[in-house]
């Protein structure tokens, strides 16, 4: 499979628990892009890197989430302290910009618990 | 930022109908327009998108208009099927390699 995949799919976890979260894109696409969905709503940016630089952060991405992509492929997103209120769908998709094609390409997500 | 609305939320059909949900956005520097149509428990998939050089884009029993002039877009299916029940979900960015600001979604039921 040569998509956007993600690990976990399904995470449970106690309130107060850290958790980590991986992405690995489509191998030639150099922007990744971090989403969170909760039920009934639209995915909500969080963050996004060009190879291993991040360009930008929400405003929704507090100090206790901190994402990384260190050599520009695979992307961990992490989040410290969790609380119920962040349970949700984490979504991540990539894009490739040298080519100029602009369609984003979304994983299956991970579905965070938090109990 | 960027504000995206859309409109219904919910919205049933007869097979074999159209369906029209509609979208607008506030910054007038977005200038790419994509449609992702998610499945229960699936990822979000690009069925069409727009940029702001075209009025109007077809794809099969797809289209999709922008207005850039009004700020809106607004996406069509023609002869709707069963297997076009889903959530559609519109989305603005200035390109589509910066991140996309989405609506709230519409829930697609198309009744046999």
């Known amino acids: 499979d040569t998509g956007v995949s993600q690990n976990p799919r399904h995470k449970i976890t106690k309130r107060g628990q850290n958790v980590t979260f991986r992405c690995d894109p489509i191998?030639?696409?150099?922007?990744l892009y971090w989403y969170r969905q909760t039920l009934g709503q639209g995915p909500e940016f969080l963050t996004y890197?060009?190879?291993?630089?991040?360009?930008?952060k929400s405003r929704l991405l507090s100090d206790r989430f901190s994402a990384e992509r260190p050599k520009g492929s695979f992307s961990t997103l992490e989040i410290q302290r969790t609380e119920q209120g962040d349970s949700a769908m984490y979504l991540c998709?990539?894009?490739?910009?040298?080519?100029?094609?602009?369609?984003?390409?979304f994983g299956p997500g991970t579905r965070l618990t938090v109990l | 930022g960027e504000n995206v609305e859309q409109h219904p939320s919910t919205l049933s059909v007869q097979e074999g109908d159209s369906a029209v949900i509609k979208c607008t956005y506030s910054d007038s520097a977005s200038n790419y327009f994509p449609w992702y149509k998610q499945e229960l428990g699936k990822r979000p998939q690009l069925i069409i998108d727009i940029r702001s050089n075209v009025g109007e884009k077809k794809d099969q029993r797809i289209a999709v208009t922008l207005n850039k002039t009004a700020k809106h877009f607004s996406l069509h299916i023609t002869e709707t099927q069963p297997e076009d029940s889903a959530v559609y979900f519109c989305?603005?960015?200035?390109?589509?390699?910066?991140?996309?600001?989405f609506g709230k979604g519409t829930r697609l039921s198309v009744i046999a």
């Open positions: 989305a603005a960015s200035d390109s589509g390699n910066t991140p996309l600001v």
């Open positions: 890197f060009q190879n291993e630089a991040q360009l930008e």
């Open positions: 998709a990539s894009s490739s910009w040298d080519r100029g094609y602009n369609e984003q390409f």
């Open positions: 191998s030639e696409h150099n922007r």
